[in-house]
């Protein structure tokens, strides 16, 4: 258990001041900031609010246990994060001074929340009645049946930590692809076509984007391919076959078969992680040497000769563990597995050996002499979508769509075989022409790839799936219902072709059909096996097929017994695609699970920064010359576990060459504080630039410009956890930060300057790789806008048909209730106002385009400032104070100003107050007050309202600005200058002894206007203003 929080923090208390945020203070975790200035609360213990498994205890024992002393202890020494946050009703001493109050946003959708079931969003909205800090479920986490009931998931936080995909190899097989030129040139060469030959026009509907987006990949076979994957425990291409006569590849099989995973997932432990795979790879080898298989050279052949019961590998192994001072003991005890498990692991290694040495002699699977040219034989085939080839086999293997996210992956318009000897390529799409020679041909299929990870392939599929089913009526005015009839009447080959990654394990499987006798022709030992590992994910429906049918040949006929088992498994898929549109389960960007490979196993995204940039241009329109967004770059990611590494570099690394020339910016993210280690502090998160360098040397020499070994303190490490990764080219300025509901408790930002130390424009290429431990990695994106801090987990919503935006009702509800709390507790305004800058910092980046998104105007920033307005204006003095102690007041101001662009007259308003309340008249407040008023859609007298709260004039400039507009030749702008000085002088903002003859003159005249303007009205007289 962690018990040395207090070496963490010196011990001196007596701080220079009072910290402004008082017991809600969320800079709890920043040792600095504890250090130098005072709090009500005793030291943060650093693994609050998740992480600490002694606090976890206290909060979860039943009344009816004794209080275990060390519990105890710990929580009066150390204070945590109160799991009731604001709403927390216990104002006793001894609760203040051992509890944090974190104030978190109020869910904008108060009582009606739609999203009681995502995790991400419970952990970042407070919910009323609800944990901040919700109770661990009893459960694991995965396997929780309730995960999907809002009355459980209210109540309980599940961890995801065993709750990834297994490794699926990276072979670097898109590696010399530029997908982002192929989604240009395919996007040309169909649209040339299309206006060439007159058709008639339509365009691409959001149902069909969102349709296309949730497509998983579908892979067919029969009963001897299913239960070779059974065996292994993976699916395989045709080359992978060939590999199976090595005992490193067997190892990694076993390492990956999700019954091994099940035995060795909860031992996360980084070291033990290590051992376990060392441990395998002995017993392969002992298995390989055993009379079941005689090696010859560097393969080994099948014998007929097989061991009996008392020579089994398992026994032999059991056996040779109870020596004392063998290999295997010593592997044994460092690994922790207990001897059922070795059994067990003994078992599955067995049929491993024995399934591969038969696929080494028999192949199985449908090839073509054409996949060796096109390099498919190295990626598994699927169709992507709804599988009709029902000469694959009957039984249907459904792949999660997470696997068309890895880097190995890609998709293609029609099947790679129609650019071979037939030719049919160019029949099907006749926009495509014909190259004339087998290698063009074969360069061609690498021109029309699509990565589903890069984004704009959905578009691009979208107008080559609509050319194709409105060819014979050459139309694009096609609706989905179109594509889908069109879909079904045609083959396998001619629609979406997804090539997967070499080797796959059964994890990334979401789903399996087969007929009934189609199951009941397995071995029994098969039939057993699939039901155990797949579940409810096994569908064996009543159909029962001709098992005599040849189903061999693409020319082969659907025969009359597979019709409605072929209509019922295609309904199923349908319907299960209508309900992921329905739920807007889409995924972005990069995601895989890294292998433990000490840093030396790179894998490189599929999109250069170099590429992301031309294809963010691209889709949005813009002038590459003309535009400077290349100067600054965001890169995203969530990943499991930390100690990965993200390396970006001016040139493609390859894992085991010597490469000096390479330069490169190195971002390291340090393993996870665990729950009950002391340790958590010798872990270092860093960045470093130069040339590649090795992690340990970069650790034990200090060479990192800039690091901190208290940057995971306060996140959910039991979880995905979000990072930004900033890179202004232009400045040299390199910043890694939290993103997402993580940085609700912990908002440190490691930042370095690197000048003329790396040129930062040089770099191109992403690489990601992993220290000891296996390490998941999803979402992961290049920007060149920045993502807004809480876009993923709130205006998501948007896309979901179901959910809309919260009413008035609702939002009034929030706004007040968020209202009394600071009201009741003014400390919070500091915190608020901090919160909300963070909130739209965005803005004060002049890379952000303020235009091109709605999220601003419609959630969290929005909200965010309605209420900063109604505390400004019902607390005035304290708000003026606190955001003039802002050590960001100029950007905050900024950020303000350029949200009052927005076409939204209750935001204008909004903005207005809080610029008005720091008391002080700008120049751009000036601009800001004169652009409301010429809209005829505002009140000019709302506005000058708040204009008594000014107290100051900056400079001579505002009145300047005034004397500007005066002397405009337009008369709106004339007069609302006018007016607006008239209010001015009113509310004593400007005194006439204090300013120009020039301007004094003005004013008078204005005055004197107004006032003629006002009797005129009461006289019924027109004005001669």
């Keep these: 258990m962690y018990h040395n929080c207090e070496t963490n923090y010196q011990s001196d208390r007596q701080h220079s001041h009072v910290c402004r945020y008082g017991g809600f203070c969320f800079k709890f975790h920043d040792q600095e900031h504890v250090r130098t200035e005072s709090h009500p609360f005793l030291t943060p213990c650093p693994l609050t609010p998740y992480q600490c498994e002694l606090h976890n205890q206290f909060l979860q024992r039943n009344d009816s246990q004794a209080p275990d002393s060390t519990v105890e202890s710990h929580c009066d020494q150390f204070s945590h994060v109160c799991p009731w946050g604001m709403q927390c009703n216990d104002r006793t001493n001894t609760h203040q001074q051992t509890s944090i109050h974190i104030f978190r946003r109020i869910c904008p959708y108060f009582n009606r929340c739609p999203l009681l079931t995502n995790e991400a969003h419970l952990n970042t909205f407070t919910h009323i009645g609800v944990r901040d800090v919700r109770l661990i479920c009893p459960s694991n986490g995965i396997a929780c049946p309730e995960r999907t009931n809002p009355k459980h998931t209210i109540l309980y936080r599940h961890n995801a930590n065993n709750d990834y995909l297994g490794v699926v190899l990276y072979s670097g097989l898109n590696d010399q692809i530029n997908f982002c030129r192929n989604q240009e040139e395919l996007l040309k060469t ?209 792949f999660k769509r997470e696997i068309m996210l890895h880097p190995d992956s890609h998709m293609s318009i029609q099947a790679a075989t129609t650019f071979g000897p037939s030719m049919n390529a160019y029949r099907f799409r006749p926009w495509l022409i014909d190259p004339k020679t087998p290698a063009n041909r074969i360069q061609q299929y690498h021109n029309t790839k699509l990565h589903c990870s890069i984004p704009g392939y959905e578009r691009t599929a979208a107008t080559e799936l609509i050319a194709l089913t409105g060819l014979r009526k050459r139309t694009m005015n096609i609706d989905l219902n179109s594509i889908k009839n069109h879909w079904m009447k045609i083959d396998s080959h001619e629609i979406f072709e997804g090539n997967l990654p070499q080797l796959i394990p059964l994890d990334y499987i979401d789903h399996i059909y087969m007929p009934r006798n189609v199951f009941q022709s397995l071995s029994s030992r098969a039939q057993s096996a699939a039901q155990k590992m797949f579940g409810k994910s096994l569908t064996i429906t009543d159909h029962l097929v001709d098992l005599d049918y040849d189903l061999r040949g693409l020319d082969t006929e659907l025969d009359v017994t597979r019709i409605p088992y072929q209509e019922y498994v295609i309904n199923e898929i349908n319907s299960t695609l209508n309900r992921m549109v329905d739920e807007a ?186 220290g000891r431990q296996t390490v998941p990695v999803r979402n992961m994106i290049i920007r060149h806008e920045p993502l807004h801090e809480w876009y993923q987990y709130y205006d998501a919503v948007n896309s979901i048909q179901s959910v809309s935006y919260p009413t008035v009702e609702q939002s009034s509800h929030w706004i007040s209730t968020t209202l009394d709390l600071v009201i009741h507790h003014p400390q919070l305004i500091s915190v608020l106002i901090s919160m909300f800058y963070e909130s739209i910092q965005f803005l004060c980046d002049e890379n952000y385009r303020i235009d091109s998104d709605t999220y601003v105007r419609n959630s969290v920033s929005r909200y965010d400032l309605l209420i900063v307005a109604k505390i400004a204006e019902r607390m005035t003095t304290y708000f003026c104070e606190c955001v003039n102690e802002c050590e960001y007041k100029r950007e905050f101001k900024y950020a303000l100003y350029r949200m009052s662009k927005l076409e939204d007259s209750d935001g204008r308003i909004a903005c207005i107050t809080i610029l008005c309340a720091f008391g002080e008249l700008t120049v751009q407040l000036i601009e800001i007050l004169v652009e409301y008023t010429l809209n005829d859609s505002c009140s000019e007298e709302v506005s000058y309202s708040y204009l008594s709260m000014i107290r100051t004039v900056e400079t001579d400039g505002p009145l300047e600005r005034i004397l500007y507009y005066l002397k405009s030749s337009s008369t709106d702008i004339r007069d609302a200058a006018s007016n607006l000085l008239t209010h001015l002088t009113r509310t004593s903002v400007i005194q006439m002894d204090t300013v120009g003859v020039e301007i004094a003159q003005i004013i008078n005249n204005c005055v004197t206007s107004k006032q003629s303007h006002i009797n005129s009205k009461k006289n019924g007289q027109p004005s001669q203003g």
């Design 585 to 770: 389960s889409f995924l972005q960007g990069t995601m895989i699970t890294l292998p433990p490979s000490h840093f030396k196993g790179y894998v490189m995204l599929p999109i250069t920064i170099s590429q992301s940039f031309y294809n963010y241009h691209r889709t949005n329109k813009k002038n590459v010359e003309d535009d400077n967004k290349q100067t600054s770059i965001w890169i995203y990611w969530e990943a499991m576990h930390g100690d990965m590494m993200v390396t970006i570099s001016n040139s493609p690394i390859i894992a085991g060459r010597r490469q000096e020339y390479i330069r490169c910016l190195t971002c390291y993210v340090a393993v996870m504080p665990s729950n009950d280690s002391d340790n958590s502090q010798k872990s270092f998160t860093y960045l470093t630039a130069g040339s590649l360098i090795d992690h340990q040397e970069v650790i034990d020499e200090n060479r990192f410009n800039a690091s901190s070994n208290t940057f995971h303190y306060g996140c959910n490490a039991n979880d995905y956890v979000g990072y930004c990764l900033k890179i202004n080219r232009q400045t040299g300025d390199v910043t890694l930060s939290y993103a997402g509901s993580n940085k609700v408790y912990n908002r440190e930002i490691i930042k370095c300057q690197l000048g003329s130390q790396l040129n930062l424009s040089k770099l191109e290429y992403v690489h990601i790789s992993a």
């Design 190 to 398: 169909v649209n040339k076509y299309i206006r060439s030959n007159r058709w008639s026009k339509g365009y691409i509907t959001a149902d069909i984007i969102n349709w296309i987006r949730v497509l998983q990949p579908i892979h067919r076979c029969g009963q001897d391919v299913f239960e070779s994957i059974l065996s292994h425990g993976h699916v395989m291409s045709h080359h992978q076959m060939t590999l199976l006569r090595y005992s490193h590849f067997i190892s990694h099989i076993t390492q990956q078969h999700p019954e091994v995973r099940r035995i060795t997932r909860h031992r996360r432990n980084s070291s033990t992680e290590v051992h376990i795979c060392d441990f395998i790879r002995e017993l392969v080898d002992i298995g390989l040497n055993r009379r079941e298989i005689k090696l010859s050279a560097q393969a080994f052949v099948l014998v007929e000769e097989k061991l009996d019961t008392e020579s089994s590998l398992e026994d032999y192994v059991l056996n040779d563990l109870l020596i004392p001072d063998s290999r295997l003991h010593d592997l044994m005890q460092k690994s922790s597995l207990t001897p059922n498990e070795i059994r067990v692991i003994c078992q599955y290694i067995h049929g491993i050996i024995q399934t591969s040495a038969q696929l080494d002699v028999n192949p199985t699977g449908i090839g073509y002499s054409v996949d060796n040219s096109l390099n498919t034989d190295k990626q598994i085939f699927t169709v992507v979508g709804p599988h009709l080839g029902h000469y694959y086999g009957d039984i249907l293997l459904v």
